[in-house]
């Protein structure tokens, strides 16, 4: 099964960078420059995990993340963090982010992440159908 993701950070260049390196692996991912907009792309349609940056001009990643947890509790959200703000990642991860990655982010532990959040998501959808 192909896993949905949403790259959600404002510089350009990292996400153009990302989206080539998924693509390379066969692996669509959709971009979004602010929280505003990933939330509007997540109201379209299911996404399985969301790579969030903390740190976005207007709505940031922690507040994005609030949202999408209310909205989307089933998304997985990697938590993307440079600054070395490690407290911004813990942060995330107490409002319920699957996990979180230093930036410059090292490409094949964001890809781990990425499948093992994907693994995660799979499991919380089979077992909330299970549990009713």
Do not use: C
Not at 1 to 13: A, G, H, N, Q, T
Not at 16 to 31: L, N, Q, S, V, Y
Not at 76 to 89: K, N, P, Q
Request: aromatic share 6%; glycine share 8%.
């Amino acid at each position: 099964m192909d896993i949905k993701i949403l790259l959600v950070d404002d510089e350009s260049d990292f996400v153009e960078t990302m989206a080539k390196r998924f693509g390379i692996r066969k692996m669509p991912i959709d971009t979004a420059r602010s929280g505003q907009e990933a939330l509007e792309l997540l109201a379209a349609q299911d996404y399985d995990v969301v790579i969030l940056d903390v740190r976005m001009p207007g709505m940031d990643g922690l507040e994005t993340l609030r949202e999408i947890r209310e909205k989307n509790p089933l998304t997985e959200v990697i938590m993307l963090t440079g600054h070395a703000s490690l407290e911004a990642g813990m942060q995330g991860m107490n409002l319920g982010a699957y996990d979180y990655i230093l930036k410059p982010a090292d490409f094949d532990e964001l890809l781990d992440k990425v499948r093992t959040a994907f693994e995660r998501k799979e499991l919380n959808a089979k077992s909330r159908k299970q549990g009713g």
